[in-house]
């Protein structure tokens, strides 16, 4: 089983950034694809930006040319780089992967965080 670990959210004011980690835990044969979601109150929970295979990424876009996925694979870390923020950002940011736990197994399983406040100010 992978457990997903998220850090980074916080309170800042409009233009700051913020950087949010999600570290993993457990066996993981091979990631089919990994993002970040928000949910704003009242809101339904919509995909933020997510890369696909490691090839393509995507970005939701009302955050294009303000967020960047990246992955360090040493650290089993996915990150999301938040800069120019806005109060409109303010949600609950959670992280996921699309992963296979062995090479016998074409499973495709799903793990997400617990979820990281992100609080924009205006």
């Known amino acids: 089983q992978v457990h997903l670990v998220e850090s980074g959210g916080g309170l800042v004011q409009a ?6 980690s ?3 835990s457990g066996t993981i044969f091979s990631i089919n ?3 970040w ?3 704003a109150p009242g809101k339904q ?3 933020v930006a997510a890369s696909i ?3 393509s990424t995507n970005y939701a876009e009302s ?3 303000r967020f960047t996925i990246s992955r360090d694979n040493a650290k089993n870390t996915m990150y999301l780089q938040m800069n120019r923020l806005k109060p409109e950002d303010t949600a609950v940011y959670y992280c996921f992967t699309d992963y296979r736990f062995a090479d016998y197994s074409t499973m495709v399983l799903r793990a ?3 979820g990281t406040q992100v609080t924009v100010s205006s």
């Open 45 to 47: 929970r919509e995909l």
């Open 15 to 20: 233009g700051e950034s913020l950087r949010l």
């Open 37 to 39: 979601y928000r949910q």
């Open 22 to 24: 999600c570290a993993a």
């Open 63 to 65: 955050v294009k040319g």
């Open 112 to 114: 997400w965080g617990q």
């Open 53 to 55: 295979n490691g090839s």
């Open 33 to 35: 694809a990994m993002g």
